[in-house]
C-alpha cells in the first residue's frame, strides 16, 4: 500500500520559515517524481514544486521561486519543501502527492498518491 504522510506545517509569521517533510512507503522512491500543491479556500489546488527522482529535475511556481527549497532524501525516502521568506498570501492547505513518473509532473489529475494536507498560516 503506497502512503504519504506529509507534515511541518504550522502557524508562522510573516517573514518567517517552515519546513514540510512528505515521507513515502510502498513505492520505489527513485521511480516517481514527488509534487507539492496547495489549496485556499475557493480556489484549485495548484502546483507550488516538483521533483523527479528520475531526471532530478525540479520546479517551482513563479512566486515562490528565490524563497521556496525542495529537497530529498532518499535513505528516508521523503521529500521537503523549505520555506522561507514566508508570506501571508502562502497561506493554505499544502498537500504532496507523488506518482511513478519519468519526468516532472504539476497537474493535480495526473497523481494518483496523496497526503494529507497540512495547514500552513502565515500571519501578517
Known amino acids: 500500500e503506497v502512503q504519504l504522510q506529509a507534515s511541518g506545517g504550522g502557524l508562522v509569521q510573516a517573514g518567517g520559515s517552515l519546513r514540510l517533510s512528505c515521507a513515502t512507503s510502498?513505492?520505489?522512491?527513485?521511480?516517481?517524481?514527488i509534487s507539492w500543491f496547495r489549496r485556499v479556500p475557493g480556489k484549485e489546488r495548484e502546483a507550488v514544486s516538483c521533483?523527479?527522482?528520475?531526471?532530478?529535475?525540479?520546479y517551482y511556481e513563479d512566486s515562490v521561486k528565490g524563497r521556496f527549497t525542495i529537497s530529498r532524501d532518499k535513505a528516508k525516502s521523503t521529500v521537503y519543501l523549505q520555506m522561507d521568506s514566508l508570506k501571508p498570501e502562502d497561506t493554505a492547505v499544502y498537500y504532496c502527492?507523488?506518482?511513478?513518473?519519468?519526468?516532472?509532473?504539476?497537474?493535480?489529475?495526473?497523481?494518483?498518491?496523496w497526503g494529507q494536507g497540512t495547514q500552513v498560516t502565515v500571519s501578517s
Open positions: 502527492a507523488a506518482d511513478t513518473f519519468q519526468r516532472l509532473a504539476t497537474v493535480v489529475d495526473e497523481y494518483l498518491y
Open positions: 510502498g513505492i520505489t522512491f527513485d521511480d516517481i517524481a
Open positions: 521533483i523527479s527522482n528520475v531526471d532530478d529535475s525540479i
